[in-house]
């Protein structure tokens, strides 16, 4: 089912007293119930029939920052073919009006058009300031929402309570330090009902690895598998986790992954996660910084890049430019120690395409496409939206000075003394 949002009901004004005749027409015709299945987007409070007369409802909103003024509330309502949905002019009226705002081409998540920026000292766009873009909506698509593009709003918070008990659950996994989660902050500051933050390929799902590559599971995958075990690979939770922890002695800082010594860059694109999903955006003349408590990023906004070719690093090169309302930064010439996307193979060839656009005063969207014939046989597409924020950021130091690298192989050898698990 494709699911269109819109709180756009300018498109009314388009539908002329003509068509409207010929809906009532056709509502009087005997054929009529023999038409098929039709998808309607009505308001939400304005449902034209009981709702155990349907075949399917889904309640949707387009994202927006909370604390703004709400987006209208439509709801999908599939009727079967010969309901008589088509013999009441009330319901061919909501079939139009559906028509009309497909028409004017207002889809789900989609920006402001009409919104411009406020302007720096140098005439640009200002995106500065502190973004947040945690969400909770998941990376993939879930196996049960496997037709769905959004949640309803009772879904969404049920399986946002599970994952944060889900989390709270895989402490139970760490075989040496305590691990706890009071510290993170799970609060949402936009509204996201959507099923994947993967746009494309179509079905919220990464594509298809190439022959060879490997894919190494990620914290998000453990989450959604204790969530909902459906999502869990062959071999369920247990070969989830034995992926994820690799396997083999630990006698060397060598042997653990490069997460746990704490060697990564930027994450080029950026993607929701475990805590810590703040950007903050810094404009000058020439150039923009990206901040995360992790990272920094400074790109020059002439579109050059002024490494050599067989320069690589952590983060990738970037440049920027700016389209109309839109910063474009493109980044390539990653090194091929950190994987492409989601655990899959290597970012060596990996080229990604970010996308900021203010939305609105509190609004920004952000777009990202990635491209590594390498890794995946098609590319990927992601979205979501941040919300401004009036924090500040601090740096986020890992584990600081490695004591908790040092002491985890203490506990190790403690282990292999005496033969139990300190």
């Given at each position: 089912m494709v699911v269109s949002c819109s709180a756009n009901l300018t498109a009314l004004q388009h539908l002329t007293p003509e068509i409207l005749g010929d809906a009532e027409a056709l509502s009087r015709t005997e054929t009529a119930d023999a038409l098929a299945p039709v998808v309607l987007l009505v308001p939400a409070s304005s449902i034209p029939v009981a709702g155990d007369e349907l075949t399917d409802s889904t309640a949707c909103e387009r994202p927006r920052v909370r604390g703004e003024r709400t987006a209208a509330r439509w709801t999908l309502i599939q009727y079967p073919a010969r309901h008589s949905v088509y013999r009441s002019m009330k319901q061919i009226h909501w079939l139009l009006l559906c028509v009309a705002l497909t028409a004017v081409g207002v889809a789900a998540a989609a920006p402001d058009s009409k919104y411009r920026a406020p302007r720096t000292s140098d005439g640009r766009p200002d995106l500065e300031g502190v973004w947040n873009f945690a969400s909770g909506v998941p990376l993939q698509r879930p196996a049960a929402f496997a037709d769905r593009a959004v949640f309803t709003k009772e879904e969404f918070d049920k399986r946002y309570s599970s994952m944060q008990k889900a989390m709270r659950a895989a402490a139970r996994f760490a075989p040496v330090e305590d691990v706890g989660f009071d510290w993170i902050d799970f609060s949402?500051?936009?509204?996201?009902?959507?099923?994947?933050?993967?746009?494309?390929?179509?079905?919220?799902?990464?594509?298809?690895?190439?022959?060879?590559?490997?894919?190494?599971?990620?914290?998000e995958d453990i989450i959604a598998a204790l969530a909902d075990p459906r999502d869990a690979p062959p071999g369920g939770l247990a070969a989830l986790l034995a992926g994820f922890g690799g396997s083999g002695r630990r006698d060397s800082y060598r042997d653990f992954s490069l997460a746990a010594r704490c060697l990564f860059g930027a994450s080029v694109p950026l993607?929701?996660?475990?805590?810590?999903?703040?950007?903050?955006?810094?404009?000058?003349?020439?150039?923009?910084?990206?901040?995360?408590?992790?990272?920094?990023?400074?790109?020059?906004?002439?579109?050059?890049?002024?490494?050599?070719?067989?320069?690589?690093?952590?983060?990738?090169?970037?440049?920027?430019?700016?389209?109309?309302?839109?910063?474009?930064?493109?980044?390539?010439?990653?090194?091929d120690r950190t994987a492409s996307f989601a655990g899959a193979g290597n970012s060596r060839d990996k080229v990604v395409t970010e996308r900021f656009t203010r939305t609105s005063k509190h609004g920004l969207a952000y777009a990202a496409t990635v491209i590594d014939p390498t890794t995946f046989i098609d590319r990927v597409e992601l979205s979501f939206p941040m919300a401004l924020v009036g924090e500040r950021l601090y740096e986020s130091a890992c584990h600081e000075g490695n004591y908790s690298l040092a002491n985890t192989l203490s506990a190790i050898r403690k282990e292999d003394e005496t033969g139990k698990t300190p």
């Open positions: 949402l500051h936009v509204d996201d009902l959507r099923t994947s933050l993967i746009t494309y390929p179509e079905n919220g799902r990464l594509p298809a690895l190439v022959d060879g590559v490997r894919r190494v599971p990620t914290v993607q929701p996660s475990v805590g810590e999903n703040y950007l903050q955006i810094i404009e000058a003349r020439d150039t923009v910084a990206l901040l995360t408590e992790q990272s920094r990023r400074i790109i020059r906004l002439d579109g050059i890049a002024r490494t050599a070719d067989k320069l690589r690093s952590w983060s990738g090169v970037s440049t920027g430019r700016w389209d109309g309302e839109t910063l474009v930064v493109e980044t390539g010439q990653f090194n």
